[in-house]
């Protein structure tokens, strides 16, 4: 009996490890033709004559393109987190300032646009025609914003971060922002109206710098992006009061 569970669960085991990589396969290819085609020429069929398969085999892991598009927008929104908390535990690690892990996850962040540009383009660009994304990829795309929050709070408890000016709006961010924050960041981090307005702020400024540059907006204005880049999220931790090194 002892051998024959013991036989289930080897093949219980054998069975989840071929699904998964199935489906790292799967996103495999799909991130391919993203990259080729774009969003529009992203479908099942497609996939799976790439992968060798029927058609039915790809349904049996995403029941529609909708769902392998949702699939893709988490991996890269996952990724986009990693990469950035990453980012910021090295420079804490390393005696930065808050400040300057901001710019350490901001260059991080960059970094990844460049790289990847099609994923960036996915969930950063412009939205697919049809497509909405659905609530289970917002914990995922949260996750830069919490790494952001974690730079303002870190500087607010080492007293590196100082008074702005105008004074924040009253109610400014939504209470559904601020409850989300506290249930992630729990007591990991202080937060109230005007330092989440803060985080806000910088999330802002490095999404909206990364896409200037990353979508050519910025063509024929300057002969530096790097540069460009760093001044821009340089002035943006100034604006919030994030202390910088005058270097």
Partial sequence: MMGAVNGSAGAGGARARARAQFMADLLAVARERLAAEGPAGLSLRAVARELGVASSAVYRYVASR????????????????????????????????????????????????????????????????????????????????????????????????????????????????????????GEEVALDDALVARAVTLWVSLVGTTCAEVFGHLRGMTHDHPALFELTLATAAVGVGLRLPAS
């Fill in 66 to 185: 909708d769902a392998l598009l949702t699939a893709l927008v988490i991996e890269a929104y996952e990724e986009v987190g990693e990469v950035c908390e990453r980012a910021l535990a090295e420079a804490l690690e390393a005696g930065r300032t808050p400040a300057e892990a901001w710019l350490a996850v901001g260059r991080a962040f960059r970094r990844y646009a460049l790289e990847h540009r099609s994923s960036f383009e996915l969930v950063f660009g412009t939205p697919v025609p049809g497509y909405a994304a659905p609530p289970e990829t917002v914990a995922a795309a949260a996750r830069l914003w919490f790494v952001i929050a974690r730079v303002c709070a870190a500087a607010a408890a080492r007293g590196e971060l100082d008074p702005v000016g105008p004074p924040p709006v009253k109610d400014l961010m939504d209470p559904e922002v601020l409850a989300m924050a506290r249930e992630h960041l």
